[in-house]
C-alpha cells in the first residue's frame, strides 16, 4: 500500500467520488468514522494536546499536576512569545495528514486538521480574540508548494473559531534550507532575518496575534517570528502548531 500513497494522495479528491475514502495511516477504507482521511483503526491514535501542557511550547506533561514554564522541548530555547500551544502530537495520522498537506499537494487533509482543532482541548479559550498570523514561505517555496500550509491551517481555524482575526503580516526574506536535518543551534542561525515584517503592513497597539505553524519541533522558526512581531512593536504575541514534534 505504501508504494501507492504518493499517487493516492495526488488524486485522492477523484477517486474519492468513486471509491470510499482511504485512510491517511494504513490505507483502510474509511466509513463511520469521524474524520475524512482516518480510518476508525487509526483515530484513537490521534493523540490531542490537553492540559497539564508545558506554557512555552504546548507539550503535555503526562501524569505531571502542574504546568511549568518549560519542558525539556524548550528549555533552552528564550522564547520571544508569551505561550506556546499545540493542538496534537505529530505522531500517527496527524504526522501523515501534516505530510501529505506539505509534501503531497493534499489540501484534502484541511477538513480534518479543522476537526482536530475543534477537538483539541481548550484551544477555543487560547484562540478567543486572537489574531493568525501564519508562518510565512519564501516565494520560491510558495511556487514550488502552490500554496502555504500555514495560510490554510489559519483558514480552518478561522473556519472553527470566527471570532479569530488573520493578518498576513509576515514575509520570508531568505529561503533557509529544509530545516528537518539541522541542529537546534543550527536552525537558529539559519533563521537569523528570515523574516521580516510585509511591507504596508502595521502593527495594531493592544492586539494579541498568535503565530501559527504546522509543527513545533525545536521551536526556532515560531520563535523567529514572534522575534519579528515584538520588535515592530507588538506587545502580545503567542505561537499555536497543529502537531508537537
Ligand atoms: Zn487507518
Ligand atoms: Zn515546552
Redesign the pocket.
Known amino acids: 500500500m505504501k508504494v501507492f500513497a504518493g499517487i493516492r494522495h495526488v488524486f485522492r479528491p477523484a477517486l474519492a467520488t468513486v471509491f470510499p475514502s482511504q485512510c491517511v495511516s494504513c490505507g483502510e477504507p474509511v466509513e463511520g468514522a469521524g474524520y475524512d482521511a482516518i480510518c476508525r483503526d487509526c483515530e484513537p491514535r490521534v493523540q490531542l494536546v490537553r492540559s497539564p501542557r508545558?506554557?512555552?511550547?504546548?507539550?503535555p506533561f503526562f501524569g505531571e499536576a502542574e504546568s511549568k514554564a518549560?519542558?525539556?522541548?524548550?528549555?533552552h530555547?528564550q522564547p520571544e512569545f508569551g505561550q506556546?500551544w499545540s493542538m496534537a502530537l505529530f505522531r500517527g495520522p496527524v504526522r501523515d495528514l501534516i505530510h501529505a498537506l506539505k509534501y503531497e499537494k493534499g489540501i484534502w487533509a484541511l477538513p480534518d486538521l479543522r476537526r482536530i482543532a475543534e477537538a483539541a482541548p481548550e484551544l477555543e479559550g487560547f484562540l478567543a480574540g486572537a489574531t493568525l498570523v501564519p508562518v510565512p514561505l519564501h516565494p520560491l517555496k510558495l511556487r514550488e508548494r502552490g500554496y502555504n500550509q500555514s495560510e490554510l491551517i489559519v483558514r480552518e481555524l478561522v473556519a472553527a473559531f470566527p471570532d479569530c482575526g488573520v493578518a498576513d503580516l509576515l514575509r520570508r526574506v531568505v529561503d533557509t534550507p529544509s530545516q528537518t536535518k539541522f541542529g537546534r543551534q543550527q536552525r537558529i542561525r539559519n533563521l537569523r532575518n528570515a523574516f521580516s515584517l510585509r511591507r504596508n503592513r502595521a502593527i495594531e497597539s493592544g492586539f494579541r496575534y498568535v503565530v501559527v505553524d504546522d509543527v513545533f519541533t525545536t521551536?526556532s522558526t515560531l520563535n523567529a517570528c514572534a522575534a519579528v512581531l515584538r520588535k515592530v512593536g507588538a506587545s502580545r504575541v503567542d505561537v499555536l502548531s497543529v502537531g508537537h514534534g
Open positions: 508545558c506554557l512555552t511550547c504546548g507539550f518549560h519542558c525539556m522541548h524548550c528549555e530555547l506556546g521551536g
